[in-house]
C-alpha cells in the first residue's frame, strides 16, 4: 500500500513536470491566454496521467528490483555499491574541468560520462569484486575444494520438491543440520501444489504430505526459511532453475533426485543428497559382531530367514525360517554392498534360547 502511494504520487508529480515543460515549449505565442491555458492544461494532464499509471510502472520496476536482489548475492551487491560509488566520485572530480568545454557540451558531457562511469565501475566490480574484497577481508578466496566445503557447512541451501515430498528434512532440520538459511523458490513451491492436486490418488498424497512437512519446517524455530521469488522465464523445467539459482547465490542444493544430483555436479553446483546422508549415518556392523534381530519372514533361499535393522538394512539368516517372529541373536558373516543398499547376510547362534515374539 505504501509502495502504491509512492509510485502515485512520484508519476504524477514527473510527469506534471514533464507536462510544464512539453506544454511550455508547445504553447502558442500568438496570445497569452491561450499559451496559459495551454501550459495549465499540460501539467494537468500530466499530473493525472502519472497519478494513474505511477503505481503501476513503479510496482513494475519494484519488482524487478526485488527479483534481482534475490538472486544477487551480499558479496556481489557489495561489489557492485563500491563500483558505482567509486565512478561517482571520479565523476564529481570532473566536473569541475568538464564545465569550461563550451554550450551546449558542457551539460551534456559530465551527464554522459557518469553514466559511462557507472557503468564501468559496476561491470569491473563483477567480474573482478572478489578479489577487492578479499584484499579487505570481506572475501575469502580458497581453493574449489575448500570453496565446496565452506558452502555445505553454512550460509544458504536450496530444497527441491522431492527432498519436501521425502520428509526426511524435517528431522534433519530438528537435528540442527540444515546447513543455514532453507531457501525454498516459488516455482518450487508451485510444483509442490500442482502434484499435491494432481488426479492421480499416489501424487496427491506425496504432494500433501510435502506440504505438511514445509508446515512442520516453518513452526521449527532452529531451521530459517526464506521465500524465493525469483523466475527464470528463458528456462524450462524445475530442475534447470534450480541449478541456475544455486550458481547465482554459490550455495548448495538439498535433494534425493538422482537426476537433479548428476545435473547439478555437472554443472559444479554443490549437491546434499538426503540418501547420501543417511547412507552415512547407518549404523557400521562388522562379520562376527553378534546383534540381536527379529526374524518376520522367509528368505528366497530354502531355510532363510530375512531381519530388519533399525534403519531398514536387510539381514538374511541361514536356518532362521523355523524363527520367524522369534527375537533371535545371529552372527554377522558378511556385508555386501550393492546398488541399492546394503545387505547383511548372518547366521544363528548355536545353543540359544529364542523368546517368541506375538504377531503385530
Not at 491555458?37 to 497519478?51: E, N, Q
Not at 528366497?300 to 536356518?319: I, R, W
Not at 524363527?323 to 543398499?341: E, F, K
Request: proline share 5%.
Amino acid at each position: 500500500m505504501r509502495l502504491h502511494l509512492v509510485g502515485r504520487v512520484f508519476g504524477a508529480l514527473v510527469l506534471a513536470f514533464v507536462g510544464w515543460k512539453l506544454g511550455a515549449w508547445l504553447a502558442p505565442t500568438t496570445s497569452v491566454t491561450e499559451a496559459r491555458l495551454w501550459l495549465l492544461g499540460s501539467i494537468v494532464g500530466g499530473f493525472m496521467v502519472g497519478a494513474i499509471s505511477g503505481p503501476f510502472v513503479i510496482g513494475k520496476i519494484g519488482d524487478a528490483i526485488r527479483r534481482q536482489l534475490n538472486t544477487i548475492s551480499p558479496q556481489t551487491l557489495l561489489a557492485v555499491i563500491i563500483g558505482l560509488f567509486i565512478a561517482l566520485i571520479v565523476s564529481a572530480l570532473l566536473v569541475s574541468p568538464l564545465s569550461m568545454l563550451p554550450k551546449p557540451y558542457r551539460s551534456l558531457v559530465p551527464i554522459a560520462l557518469t553514466i559511462f562511469l557507472s557503468y564501468i565501475g559496476i561491470w569491473i566490480m563483477i567480474m573482478r569484486g572478489k578479489e577487492f574484497l578479499q584484499i579487505f577481508g570481506v572475501y575469502s578466496l580458497d581453493s574449489p575444494r575448500a570453496s565446496r566445503r565452506g558452502s555445505r557447512m553454512g550460509g544458504q541451501a536450496i530444497i527441491d520438491t522431492s527432498a519436501i515430498i521425502d520428509g526426511r528434512i524435517a528431522d534433519i532440520g530438528q537435528a540442527g543440520f540444515i546447513p543455514g538459511t532453507l531457501i525454498i523458490p516459488r516455482f518450487v513451491l508451485k510444483e509442490l501444489q500442482q502434484v499435491a492436486d494432481s488426479n492421480d490418488g499416489v501424487r496427491r498424497r506425496r504432494g500433501r504430505r510435502g506440504l505438511e512437512m514445509l508446515s512442520k519446517l516453518q513452526k521449527e524455530p532452529g531451521v530459517p526459511l526464506q521465500i524465493s521469488d525469483v523466475e527464470y522465464n528463458d528456462v524450462d523445467g524445475v530442475d534447470a532453475k534450480l541449478v541456475r539459482l544455486a550458481k547465482t547465490l554459490r550455495c548448495p542444493i538439498i535433494t534425493n533426485d538422482f537426476g537433479l544430483n548428476r545435473i547439478a555436479e555437472l554443472e559444479g553446483v554443490s549437491v546434499l543428497n538426503i540418501n547420501e546422508l543417511a547412507a552415512a549415518v547407518k549404523p557400521i556392523v562388522l562379520p562376527g559382531e553378534e546383534i540381536e534381530i527379529r526374524i518376520i519372514q522367509e528368505g528366497k533361499e530354502a531355510g532363510q530367514g530375512v531381519g530388519f535393522l533399525d534403519d531398514g538394512t536387510m539381514v538374511v539368516v541361514d536356518g532362521g525360517k523355523r524363527h520367524i517372529n522369534s527375537q533371535a541373536p545371529v552372527i554377522i558373516t558378511r556385508v555386501l554392498q550393492t546398488a541399492i543398499g546394503r545387505m547383511i547376510f548372518a547366521q544363528l547362534k548355536n545353543g540359544v534360547h529364542y523368546e517368541k515374539v506375538p504377531k503385530e
